[in-house]
């Protein structure tokens, strides 16, 4: 079976930093595309940082600067550094797996609440 857990999320004032970890059991993220995601209430769910099987990593450019992806294999853990963090960056932040159509899977998903 296959698991997404995130974690790291909380409650962090504006101009600071968490760092979300994404911890994967029954596959390997060293063979998908690993995605940040995130949704604010009231919000379509928009794409954070995508972290290819090759490493390159592509940002949102909402994003550019201020977060940093990574991915360490050996403890099978993506991770999304996130630093000067905004009121407008609140959202629900999840992350994803995707290999193909139907290879794909999503965490449940960790909340991040900027405060002013």
């Known amino acids: 079976q296959v698991q997404l857990v995130e974690s790291g999320g909380g409650l962090v004032q504006s101009g600071g930093s968490l760092r979300l970890s994404c911890v994967a059991s029954?596959?390997?993220?060293?063979?998908?595309?690993m995605d940040w995601f995130r949704q604010a209430p009231g919000k379509q769910r928009e794409l954070v940082a995508s972290?290819?099987?090759?490493?390159?990593?592509n940002y949102a450019d909402f994003v550019k600067g201020r977060f940093t992806g990574s991915r360490d294999n050996a403890k099978n853990t993506v991770y999304l550094q996130m630093n000067s963090l905004k009121p407008e960056d609140t959202a629900v932040y999840s992350c994803s797996a995707w290999r193909d159509l139907d290879d794909d899977y999503w965490g449940q998903g960790t909340q991040v609440t900027v405060s002013s």
């Open positions: 029954g596959i390997l993220v060293s063979n998908y595309v």
């Open positions: 972290i290819s099987t090759g490493d390159n990593i």
